[in-house]
Nanobody, 117 residues
Framework: QVQLVESGGGLVQPGGSLRLSCAAS????????MGWYRQAPGKQRELVAS???????NYVDSVKGRFTISRDNAKNTVFLQMDSLKPEDTAVYLC???????????WGQGTQVTVSS
């Protein structure tokens, strides 16, 4: 059974930082591309950052220079370091594991991030 369990969300003031974690089980983690998506009320889900099995990263323009995605294959965990947070970053953040060749696309339950003074 595949599980992706996110943690690290919460309430933070503008300009603050949070570090999200996503622990994966039931997959051979090192082979999967991992991503962080977010969904705000009334908005479409968007890809925030992704990291390939080889470590290449990609970011949506609105978070470039502020967010950093990384992975620890020994711990089957992907991280999202979020700095200089803005109110518009408020959303539920979801972890995704993707393996195109196998048609696998798995989701976590999400963790709430709220940026407010």
């Amino acid at each position: 059974q595949v599980q992706l369990v996110e943690s690290g969300g919460g309430l933070v003031q503008p300009g603050g930082s949070l570090r999200l974690s996503c622990a994966a089980s039931g997959i051979i983690f090192r082979f999967y591309e991992m991503g962080w998506y977010r969904q705000a009320p009334g908005k479409q889900r968007e890809l925030v950052a992704s990291i390939t099995s080889g470590g290449s990263t990609n970011y949506v323009d609105s978070v470039k220079g502020r967010f950093t995605i990384s992975r620890d294959n020994a711990k089957n965990t992907v991280f999202l370091q979020m700095d200089s947070l803005k109110p518009e970053d408020t959303a539920v953040y979801l972890c995704n594991a993707f393996f195109d060749a196998l048609g696998h696309n798995y989701w976590g339950q999400g963790t709430q991030v709220t940026v407010s003074s």
